[in-house]
Every structure is written in structure tokens, then in C-alpha cells.
């Protein structure tokens, strides 16, 4: 099956500053969706992102599908930043669409 | 609109037993998905409900099972609970089923966190 790899694998950061988060595939994928999981468990839409670039306020994803890899921006890093970022991808090929997760970077960011 | 909830938000059982989770989709939503998540690592796909019945299922034995009914809600069931079936159980709901031509966003509950003791 697809494999999902994230990186980095934990990231620290000062408030205010600029990160930038990866999520490499190993095969085509005809959708992605990036969430942040907050420390009660609850996984939140961030983006859902085929291809190109999308804006929500302080962040924004790009998915380059040909190169097979998606980044999320965090600008301006705030304290309820923190948390498991996760991208998630829909392989097809199936009559069903599951998601696929990668193992998740754990974003802190401290005052 | 709502949004996904779950219930139990906590669960703690015994090996052996038996366990029900429950889920309701978010309005207007007619596929549910489950996923397991152990501490540390990603969601892993257990299966997928539409219009009643099992759409696609992940590499997960036969004592983990569902149903899903005619509001769209849905349950999952694990038998003969083992130790590693500890885990936070989340439930996602989506406005179809996706797959091979076509994908839908989903949207997750808060999960029902199970210990298994």
C-alpha cells in the first residue's frame, strides 16, 4: 500500500515564528487532507488539497502531486499552534475512500 | 449544522470482553469511516459504512466489526477485547464514499478513548 512519511518528527519553536511542515508519498494520490490534532484527541480540517496552493489566515498548504509531496506553512507561530499535524492521503484504486495517515509531526511552540 | 460526536468520550474494559462505540454523522452526511489510533502513531483505517452495509474494510481480524443504520449513525464493535486494542477510536464522516474516481473530505469526531485492561 501507499506509504506517508512526515517530517520533521517534532518541531520546536519560539511564538511568532515560521515553520514549514512535509509530507512525502510514495505513490499517485487523488486527494490530501492536512488536520492538526489538538491535545484532546480531536482531529481538525486544515486543508484538503488535491494539488496547488490554498490560504487559511497564518497557514497555507501546497501539494505538488507530479513530485509527489505537500507542505504546510505555519507563519507567525502562536501557542494554540501546538499539537500533532497530520497529512493524510486517498490512494484510489479502491471502491472506498480511506485515508491513509503518516505518522504525524509533533509541533511546540512555547512563549 | 453538527458536527460528528461519538460516545463514549472514555472506556475501560477487561480482556475478553466486549465493547460498542457509537457515532453520528455530521448532518447531511451518509458515509462513516472508523479508524484506530494508538498512542504515538497515525489513525490506521478499520472500515467504511455506506447505505448500510460494508463498503471497504483495512487489515483489522473479524472480531472488529460495524453496523450503520438508517440515519446514517453508526456503531463498532470489538470482540474478545485484547491489550492492544487500547486506543483512541475515531469516527469519520464524509458526504460519500470516495475511492477510485472521486474523494470527499472528511470530518472527524473527538473518538472515544478505550482502555483494555
Not at chain 1, 496552493?53 to 504546510?72: D, I, P
Not at chain 1, 499539537?83 to 509531526?105: E, R
Not at chain 2, 472514555?10 to 447531511?28: A, D, E, F, N, P
Request: glycine residues 10%; hydrophobic residues 30%.
Amino acid at each position: 500500500g501507499i506509504q506517508v512519511e512526515q517530517s520533521p518528527p517534532d518541531l520546536i519553536l519560539q511564538e511568532g515564528a515560521n515553520s514549514t511542515l512535509r509530507c512525502n508519498f510514495s505513490d499517485s494520490v487523488n486527494n490530501l487532507q492536512w488536520f492538526h490534532q489538538n491535545p484532546w484527541g480531536q482531529l481538525i480540517n486544515l486543508f484538503y488539497i488535491p494539488s496547488g496552493t490554498k490560504q487559511n489566515g497564518r497557514l497555507s498548504a501546497t501539494t505538488v502531486a507530479t513530485e509527489r509531496y505537500s507542505l504546510l506553512y505555519i507563519s507567525s507561530s502562536q501557542t494554540t499552534d501546538s499539537g500533532v499535524y497530520f497529512c493524510a492521503v486517498f490512494a484510489g484504486g479502491t471502491s472506498y475512500g480511506k485515508l491513509t495517515f503518516g505518522q504525524g509531526t509533533i509541533l511546540t511552540v512555547h512563549p | 449544522e453538527t458536527g460528528v460526536t461519538q460516545s463514549p468520550t472514555h472506556l475501560i474494559k477487561t480482556r475478553g470482553q466486549q465493547v460498542t462505540l457509537r457515532c453520528s454523522s455530521q448532518s447531511g452526511h451518509n458515509t462513516v469511516s472508523w479508524y484506530q489510533q494508538a498512542l504515538g502513531q497515525g489513525p490506521q483505517f478499520i472500515f467504511q459504512y455506506y447505505r448500510e452495509e460494508e463498503n471497504g474494510r483495512g487489515n483489522f481480524p473479524p472480531r472488529f466489526s460495524g453496523l450503520q443504520f438508517p440515519n446514517y449513525s453508526s456503531e463498532l464493535n470489538v470482540n474478545a477485547l485484547e491489550l492492544d486494542d487500547s486506543a483512541l477510536y475515531l469516527c469519520a464522516s464524509s458526504l460519500g464514499t470516495g475511492g477510485a474516481w472521486r474523494t470527499y473530505e472528511q470530518y472527524f469526531g473527538p473518538g472515544t478513548r478505550l482502555t483494555v485492561t
